[in-house]
């Protein structure tokens, strides 16, 4: 099966690779392949406490993403601490 993609065609089982590639975000699958997954943006803004507490808000909401998907596939993550015990 061949896709339109870009203004050229590309078999299917090569359209993981192409996106993986477009967007530098592979995720290893078990059956080989690769996925992205992507989530709502986080629009940051300053808070009233100002940078310290801008920075600590919102590097707590991206630290909240990556651990949501370092625990989906823990097998795929080299972790220093176990971060999936504490949820």
Avoid: N
């Amino acid at each position: 099966m061949e896709v339109s993609l870009a203004s050229s065609f590309i078999r299917r089982k090569k359209r993981r690779a192409y996106a993986a590639t477009l967007t530098r975000v592979p995720v290893a699958l078990p059956a080989g392949g690769y996925r992205a997954e992507a989530y709502p943006p986080i629009r940051p803004q300053w808070l009233p406490g100002g940078r310290d507490e801008t920075v600590r808000h919102y590097t707590k909401q991206v630290a909240a993403v990556v651990r949501e998907t370092i625990c989906k596939h823990p097998d795929q993550w080299y972790q220093f601490v176990d971060l999936c015990s504490r949820h």
